[in-house]
């Protein structure tokens, strides 16, 4: 049976959809099947995140409506054979997803597939509790502002209250992904430190991806960063961060640092 992963955060804007398609595309990558959920009825844009916008015909809520069978919804990325999608309706509102529906997508995914991972709409309406309800581990994505990291210590919250795991008395284990992190401006206390995010919401560190423009040019091109720039900073801490998820047994994360360049050094010491 397959891993549900679900990702999320309680702020929108935050990153999950390019964080979705950048973990879908690294762990199909080292081989594993993977399939990707749009939650986000209504707003969809992982489609356009891996560039299958023109391929949608069937979607989510078509499956649960008895309109069309699964494999007619699901959408093989051209690049990555293992990969698949399951796109939202952009017509429909939110109400138009059941429980039972949900649930029977769900079980057959996770009996075809090693990876369901669910891309959540923010906050915590319908979408967003039914995108974590049959999760068996949740990446909970945060940029390190304090509202964001406000919002995800709420859903943290939920995710322990709100889930089927937690029902049955069970844990769910669930990582912080640190999103858009910039070390010059965390050194002038213009953004939260990794530490101080760590300690308030208390969940382990699955990764940083720091601020590049290379994750919205693949997003702009429809292809995940992993892919479309693999050697990049974002791309190689996204690929890490699979791994983990693989449960790879990696060192530590690795907080970046500002790198300073002659004349900070000289104008530094002179400072001193």
């Known amino acids: 049976m397959g891993e549900v992963v679900v990702v999320t955060s309680g702020k929108g804007g935050v990153g999950k959809t390019t964080t979705t398609a950048a ?3 690294a762990l199909a990558a080292a081989g594993d099947t993977v ?22 015909v069937f979607d989510f809520i078509n499956v649960i409506q008895g309109h069309a069978k699964l ?27 059941t429980e039972e529906g949900v ?9 075809r597939f090693d990876w369901v991972i669910c891309d959540s709409p923010a906050g ?42 937690a029902e049955r008395g069970e844990f769910i284990p669930k990582y912080l992904l640190l999103t858009r992190y910039n070390a010059a401006r965390a050194s002038r206390g213009d953004m939260m430190a990794v530490e101080d995010v760590l300690e308030i919401l208390s969940i382990p560190l699955l990764g940083i991806i720091p601020e590049s423009d290379e994750v ?40 970046p640092v500002e790198k300073q360049g002659l004349f900070n050094k000289l104008f530094g010491r002179r400072a001193a």
Request: aromatic letters at 2%; glycine letters at 4%; hydrophobic letters at 45%.
């Open 23 to 25: 973990l879908g595309a």
């Open 35 to 56: 399939v990707v959920i749009d939650f986000d009825v209504g707003l969809r844009n992982l489609d356009l995140v891996l560039g299958a916008e023109r391929r949608v």
């Open 71 to 97: 494999s007619q919804a699901l959408i093989r990325d051209k690049r990555l054979e293992n990969l698949w999608l399951l796109p939202a309706s952009q017509t429909r509102d939110k109400d138009a997803l």
């Open 103 to 111: 649930a029977i997508v769900i079980n057959e995914l996770r009996a």
């Open 124 to 165: 915590i309406e319908r979408g967003a509790a039914l995108a974590m309800r049959h999760a068996d581990v949740a990446v909970v994505v945060s940029n390190p502002e304090v509202s964001s990291v406000r919002d995800s210590d709420r859903i943290i919250g939920l995710l322990d209250a709100k889930t089927e795991r």
């Open 216 to 255: 919205l040019r693949a997003s702009n091109l429809g292809t995940p960063v992993t892919l479309n720039s693999p050697t990049s900073k974002p791309a190689m801490a996204y690929a890490e961060a699979a791994r983990r998820l693989r449960g790879e047994n990696l060192d530590a994360v690795q907080i």
